[in-house]
């Protein structure tokens, strides 16, 4: 990700579980460039203004519905890393040892990454919650929670 922006100045916007792949030797592999932008084209205003990516692991900037009258958030790297810490996140509570008894990892989960709704026009919306906990959650957190295993 890092080479793809730096280097080819692309910005991949769909960083989600199942485009990480790990190698044999324990490297990662991004996939999936079918939504990317180059980086001149979303700054000039030619990137689709629509949501793209995968709504559970999204930025929470991304997922917020603008106020009316204003413009959707623009994707930038920060939105793509914050993607990539979600998966971790994701992934972690998932499949590593825990406190969490599993219908309270489920309501969590669901609360995190999947809650939405639909507005009367049929769009889905939300994305408040993973915005409330960016911005007000202790970062270690979910370190602490894993390392008490």
Known sequence: HGDAYDKAEILHRDISS???LITATGGGLLIYWDLCKMLKHIHQGQAHTERTGNWQFMSAR???VPTPGQQPAIPDRADD?????Y???W???RYTK???FKSALTDMLHAAFDHH???PAGAAKGGGRKKAEVQTSDPFEVS???MSR
Do not use: M
Not at 81 to 85: G, K, R, T, V
């Open 18 to 20: 199942g485009n990480i």
């Open 62 to 64: 991304l997922l917020v």
């Open 81 to 85: 890393l914050e993607s990539f810490f």
């Open 87 to 89: 998966v971790l996140v």
């Open 91 to 93: 992934i972690a509570l």
């Open 98 to 100: 825990h406190g969490f």
């Open 117 to 119: 709704y639909l507005d």
């Open 144 to 146: 602490r929670l894993l």
